[in-house]
Antibody, heavy 119, light 107 residues
Framework: EVQLVESGGGLVQPGGSLRLSCAASGFTFSSYWMSWVRQAPGKGLEWVANIKQDGSEKYYVDSVKGRFTISRDNAKNSLYLQMNSLRAEDTAVYYC????????????WGQGTLVTVSS | DIQMTQSPSTLSASVGDRVTITCRASQSISSWLAWYQQKPGKAPKLLIYKASSLESGVPSRFSGSGSGTEFTLTISSLQPDDFATYYC?????????FGQGTKVEIK
Protein backbone atom coordinates (compact mmCIF):
# COMPACT_ATOMS: atom_id res chain seq x y z
CA GLU A 1 0.00 0.00 0.00
CA VAL A 2 1.35 3.40 -0.99
CA GLN A 3 1.77 5.71 1.99
CA LEU A 4 3.05 9.26 2.29
CA VAL A 5 3.42 10.69 5.78
CA GLU A 6 4.38 14.32 6.30
CA SER A 7 5.93 15.70 9.46
CA GLY A 8 7.73 18.78 10.69
CA GLY A 9 4.96 21.35 10.65
CA GLY A 10 4.30 23.72 13.50
CA LEU A 11 4.26 27.31 14.65
CA VAL A 12 7.17 29.51 13.56
CA GLN A 13 7.80 33.25 13.74
CA PRO A 14 8.06 35.37 10.61
CA GLY A 15 11.58 35.17 9.22
CA GLY A 16 12.10 31.75 10.77
CA SER A 17 12.84 28.37 9.21
CA LEU A 18 11.24 24.97 9.17
CA ARG A 19 12.02 21.67 7.49
CA LEU A 20 9.21 19.42 6.38
CA SER A 21 9.70 15.71 5.77
CA CYS A 22 7.65 13.18 3.85
CA ALA A 23 8.24 9.49 4.49
CA ALA A 24 7.26 7.29 1.56
CA SER A 25 6.50 3.58 1.58
CA GLY A 26 4.78 0.95 -0.52
CA PHE A 27 6.41 1.89 -3.83
CA THR A 28 9.82 2.39 -5.43
CA PHE A 29 10.40 5.97 -4.30
CA SER A 30 13.42 6.52 -6.54
CA SER A 31 11.29 5.94 -9.66
CA TYR A 32 8.94 8.90 -9.21
CA TRP A 33 8.91 12.67 -9.42
CA MET A 34 7.59 14.09 -6.16
CA SER A 35 5.82 17.35 -5.37
CA TRP A 36 4.87 19.64 -2.51
CA VAL A 37 1.47 21.32 -2.68
CA ARG A 38 0.06 23.71 -0.09
CA GLN A 39 -3.34 25.02 0.90
CA ALA A 40 -3.81 28.15 2.97
CA PRO A 41 -6.73 28.05 5.44
CA GLY A 42 -9.99 28.28 3.51
CA LYS A 43 -8.19 28.72 0.17
CA GLY A 44 -7.42 26.64 -2.89
CA LEU A 45 -4.50 24.40 -3.76
CA GLU A 46 -1.14 25.86 -4.73
CA TRP A 47 1.64 23.80 -6.26
CA VAL A 48 4.91 24.68 -4.49
CA ALA A 49 7.74 22.60 -5.94
CA ASN A 50 8.69 19.31 -7.52
CA ILE A 51 11.81 17.21 -7.94
CA LYS A 52 12.97 14.64 -10.43
CA GLN A 53 13.69 11.05 -9.48
CA ASP A 54 17.43 11.58 -9.01
CA GLY A 55 17.14 15.13 -7.67
CA SER A 56 18.81 16.63 -10.77
CA GLU A 57 15.83 18.84 -11.66
CA LYS A 58 13.83 21.00 -9.25
CA TYR A 59 11.15 23.56 -9.98
CA TYR A 60 9.42 26.11 -7.75
CA VAL A 61 6.49 28.49 -7.77
CA ASP A 62 7.76 32.07 -8.04
CA SER A 63 6.57 33.03 -4.54
CA VAL A 64 8.98 30.61 -2.83
CA LYS A 65 12.01 30.79 -5.13
CA GLY A 66 15.14 31.59 -3.18
CA ARG A 67 13.46 30.79 0.14
CA PHE A 68 12.39 27.14 -0.15
CA THR A 69 14.48 24.15 -1.21
CA ILE A 70 13.08 20.77 -2.19
CA SER A 71 15.29 17.73 -1.80
CA ARG A 72 15.09 13.98 -1.48
CA ASP A 73 17.02 11.06 -0.06
CA ASN A 74 16.22 7.97 -2.10
CA ALA A 75 18.12 5.74 0.32
CA LYS A 76 15.76 6.85 3.08
CA ASN A 77 12.64 7.03 0.88
CA SER A 78 12.16 10.59 2.03
CA LEU A 79 11.22 13.94 0.53
CA TYR A 80 12.03 17.25 2.19
CA LEU A 81 11.10 20.90 2.00
CA GLN A 82 13.46 23.36 3.67
CA MET A 83 11.58 26.60 4.24
CA ASN A 84 13.53 29.74 5.15
CA SER A 85 12.55 33.39 5.57
CA LEU A 86 9.00 32.32 6.30
CA ARG A 87 6.17 34.81 5.89
CA ALA A 88 2.63 34.94 7.18
CA GLU A 89 1.40 34.09 3.69
CA ASP A 90 3.26 30.75 3.86
CA THR A 91 0.77 29.60 6.49
CA ALA A 92 -0.88 26.51 5.02
CA VAL A 93 -1.30 22.78 5.13
CA TYR A 94 1.58 21.30 3.15
CA TYR A 95 1.00 18.06 1.26
CA CYS A 96 3.56 15.83 -0.39
CA UNK A 97 2.38 14.00 -3.46
CA UNK A 98 3.65 11.32 -5.81
CA UNK A 99 3.57 12.27 -9.47
CA UNK A 100 2.32 9.59 -11.84
CA UNK A 101 5.08 7.84 -13.74
CA UNK A 102 3.49 8.65 -17.09
CA UNK A 103 0.86 11.06 -18.36
CA UNK A 104 0.93 13.26 -15.30
CA UNK A 105 -1.19 14.09 -12.30
CA UNK A 106 -0.41 13.37 -8.66
CA UNK A 107 -1.90 10.03 -7.77
CA UNK A 108 -1.04 9.66 -4.08
CA TRP A 109 -1.05 12.33 -1.40
CA GLY A 110 -0.09 12.51 2.25
CA GLN A 111 -2.46 13.72 4.94
CA GLY A 112 -0.72 17.08 5.16
CA THR A 113 1.16 18.98 7.86
CA LEU A 114 0.16 22.43 9.07
CA VAL A 115 2.66 25.28 9.04
CA THR A 116 1.64 28.43 10.88
CA VAL A 117 3.78 31.55 10.54
CA SER A 118 2.86 34.02 13.22
CA SER A 119 4.41 36.11 15.96
CA ASP B 1 3.29 31.43 -16.06
CA ILE B 2 0.20 29.57 -17.18
CA GLN B 3 -2.99 30.68 -15.43
CA MET B 4 -5.95 28.36 -14.95
CA THR B 5 -9.47 29.72 -14.60
CA GLN B 6 -12.35 27.53 -13.45
CA SER B 7 -16.05 28.26 -13.77
CA PRO B 8 -18.30 28.42 -11.97
CA SER B 9 -16.76 29.03 -8.55
CA THR B 10 -19.79 27.50 -6.87
CA LEU B 11 -22.40 25.20 -8.29
CA SER B 12 -25.66 24.16 -6.63
CA ALA B 13 -27.06 20.86 -7.86
CA SER B 14 -29.28 17.96 -6.86
CA VAL B 15 -28.59 14.26 -6.69
CA GLY B 16 -29.00 12.81 -10.17
CA ASP B 17 -28.11 16.06 -11.98
CA ARG B 18 -25.58 16.22 -14.77
CA VAL B 19 -22.84 18.61 -13.73
CA THR B 20 -20.20 20.29 -15.89
CA ILE B 21 -17.20 22.29 -14.68
CA THR B 22 -15.02 24.27 -17.08
CA CYS B 23 -11.32 25.02 -16.86
CA ARG B 24 -9.55 27.42 -19.19
CA ALA B 25 -5.79 27.80 -19.62
CA SER B 26 -4.11 31.11 -20.46
CA GLN B 27 -2.16 29.33 -23.20
CA SER B 28 -2.26 25.94 -24.85
CA ILE B 29 -1.39 23.04 -22.55
CA SER B 30 -2.16 20.29 -25.07
CA SER B 31 -3.80 17.58 -22.93
CA TRP B 32 -1.63 18.02 -19.86
CA LEU B 33 -4.47 18.55 -17.42
CA ALA B 34 -5.67 16.75 -14.32
CA TRP B 35 -8.83 17.02 -12.22
CA TYR B 36 -9.00 16.47 -8.47
CA GLN B 37 -11.75 16.15 -5.91
CA GLN B 38 -11.22 17.44 -2.38
CA LYS B 39 -13.44 17.08 0.66
CA PRO B 40 -13.05 19.22 3.80
CA GLY B 41 -10.04 18.26 5.90
CA LYS B 42 -8.86 15.68 3.37
CA ALA B 43 -6.13 15.48 0.78
CA PRO B 44 -7.08 15.89 -2.88
CA LYS B 45 -7.96 12.79 -4.88
CA LEU B 46 -6.95 12.39 -8.52
CA LEU B 47 -9.94 11.79 -10.78
CA ILE B 48 -8.75 12.45 -14.33
CA TYR B 49 -5.28 12.77 -15.88
CA LYS B 50 -4.17 13.74 -19.37
CA ALA B 51 -7.47 15.57 -19.79
CA SER B 52 -9.66 12.52 -20.35
CA SER B 53 -8.09 9.43 -18.75
CA LEU B 54 -9.99 8.08 -15.75
CA GLU B 55 -7.81 7.25 -12.76
CA SER B 56 -8.09 3.67 -11.55
CA GLY B 57 -10.92 3.17 -9.08
CA VAL B 58 -12.76 6.38 -9.98
CA PRO B 59 -16.44 5.85 -10.87
CA SER B 60 -17.28 6.03 -14.56
CA ARG B 61 -19.81 8.83 -13.97
CA PHE B 62 -16.76 11.14 -13.97
CA SER B 63 -15.37 12.10 -17.36
CA GLY B 64 -13.01 14.71 -18.74
CA SER B 65 -12.65 16.27 -22.15
CA GLY B 66 -10.86 19.04 -23.99
CA SER B 67 -7.46 20.00 -25.26
CA GLY B 68 -5.49 23.16 -25.91
CA THR B 69 -7.01 25.79 -23.65
CA GLU B 70 -10.51 24.59 -22.79
CA PHE B 71 -11.40 21.60 -20.67
CA THR B 72 -14.45 20.18 -18.92
CA LEU B 73 -15.12 17.80 -16.08
CA THR B 74 -18.54 16.16 -16.25
CA ILE B 75 -20.35 14.16 -13.60
CA SER B 76 -23.10 12.33 -15.44
CA SER B 77 -25.37 11.72 -12.45
CA LEU B 78 -24.42 13.49 -9.25
CA GLN B 79 -24.25 11.24 -6.19
CA PRO B 80 -24.29 12.23 -2.49
CA ASP B 81 -20.58 11.41 -2.21
CA ASP B 82 -19.75 13.88 -5.00
CA PHE B 83 -20.48 17.05 -3.05
CA ALA B 84 -16.97 18.45 -2.76
CA THR B 85 -14.59 20.98 -4.29
CA TYR B 86 -13.02 20.22 -7.66
CA TYR B 87 -9.72 21.56 -8.99
CA CYS B 88 -8.07 21.44 -12.37
CA UNK B 89 -4.28 21.42 -12.64
CA UNK B 90 -2.02 21.98 -15.62
CA UNK B 91 1.35 20.28 -15.92
CA UNK B 92 2.36 21.38 -19.40
CA UNK B 93 5.17 23.60 -18.15
CA UNK B 94 7.84 22.83 -15.61
CA UNK B 95 5.90 24.88 -13.07
CA UNK B 96 2.39 23.59 -12.41
CA UNK B 97 -0.72 25.55 -11.53
CA PHE B 98 -4.17 24.79 -10.16
CA GLY B 99 -7.44 26.44 -10.93
CA GLN B 100 -9.13 28.28 -8.06
CA GLY B 101 -11.62 25.47 -7.46
CA THR B 102 -15.33 24.80 -7.96
CA LYS B 103 -17.44 23.94 -4.94
CA VAL B 104 -20.35 21.63 -5.73
CA GLU B 105 -23.09 22.19 -3.17
CA ILE B 106 -26.40 20.53 -2.46
CA LYS B 107 -29.31 22.44 -3.98
Amino acid sequence: EVQLVESGGGLVQPGGSLRLSCAASGFTFSSYWMSWVRQAPGKGLEWVANIKQDGSEKYYVDSVKGRFTISRDNAKNSLYLQMNSLRAEDTAVYYCARDRAADGGSDYWGQGTLVTVSS
Amino acid sequence: DIQMTQSPSTLSASVGDRVTITCRASQSISSWLAWYQQKPGKAPKLLIYKASSLESGVPSRFSGSGSGTEFTLTISSLQPDDFATYYCQQYNSYTWTFGQGTKVEIK
